[in-house]
């Protein structure tokens, strides 16, 4: 059963500090996703990952995957209030459709 | 394009009672899910559908129902509804499965939050 897990789930930081999140999952997979999500709205889709080292990156996001660890992370640059938000990745579960969801680290960043 | 449509925004049930969430595309997208958010849980997948006529359970599909039978709309029923299933529903599309071209992003709607009494 495919397990997907994010860490922190909290995140409070300050503008123009740099930090990494991480996600997890624990069964092979072909993509990996991020989205964001702000309080009270519906889910946007960040990035797509597919293969093994790569790297994506929009603004202050850059997003990784690393398919042998199992992991990809998303680093944030020079942080900025905009980017408060909850932040989720997804996997799909091998040879299907369905995607599993990690529980999302909640991120604000204070002036 | 209006993307992706879910009715109602708010609902509130009385246990026992059924109702449809209603969720529309008009991208002739090709995919639809429903998923479930729950405050810690993140989303979990309830049921999708790869095209018209053809759906499959996903990760929590006890107490809910599908069917497809036209590309635009993917309606989910509630059979009996029950406290256990307050929470946020969202709908999701994409152009196709993410296995032929995992780079289609999907779209989600605005979503309908559900409260059983």
């Known amino acids: 059963e495919l397990k997907v897990e994010q860490n922190p789930l909290f995140l409070s930081m300050q503008e123009g500090k740099n930090y990494t999140i991480y996600c997890n999952y624990s069964?092979?997979?072909?993509?990996l996703y991020w989205y964001r999500q702000d309080p009270g709205k519906s889910l946007e889709s960040l990035f797509v990952l597919l293969s093994n080292g790569a790297v994506k990156q929009e603004g202050r996001l850059m997003a990784s995957l690393d398919t042998k660890a199992r992991l990809s992370t998303l680093h944030i640059t020079a942080a900025v209030h905009d980017l408060s938000a909850t932040y989720f990745c997804?996997?799909?579960?091998?040879?299907?459709?369905?995607?599993?969801f990690g529980k999302g680290m909640k991120l604000t960043v204070n002036p | 394009n209006a993307g992706v449509t879910q009715t109602p925004k708010f609902q509130v049930l009385k246990t026992g009672q059924s109702m449809t969430l209603q969720c529309a595309q008009d991208m002739n997208h090709e995919y639809m899910s429903w998923y479930r958010q729950d405050p810690g849980m993140g989303l979990r997948l309830i049921h999708y559908s790869v095209g018209a006529g053809i759906t499959d359970q996903g990760e929590v599909p006890n107490g809910y129902n599908v069917s497809r039978s036209t590309t635009e709309d993917f309606p989910l029923r509630l059979l009996s509804a029950a406290p256990s299933q307050t929470s946020v529903y969202f709908c999701a599309s994409s152009l196709t499965t993410g296995r032929t071209f995992p780079t289609d992003t999907q779209y989600f709607g605005p979503g309908t939050r559900l409260t059983v009494l």
């Open positions: 997804a996997v799909a579960q091998g040879g299907s459709e369905k995607l599993v």
């Open positions: 069964t092979t997979s072909d993509r």
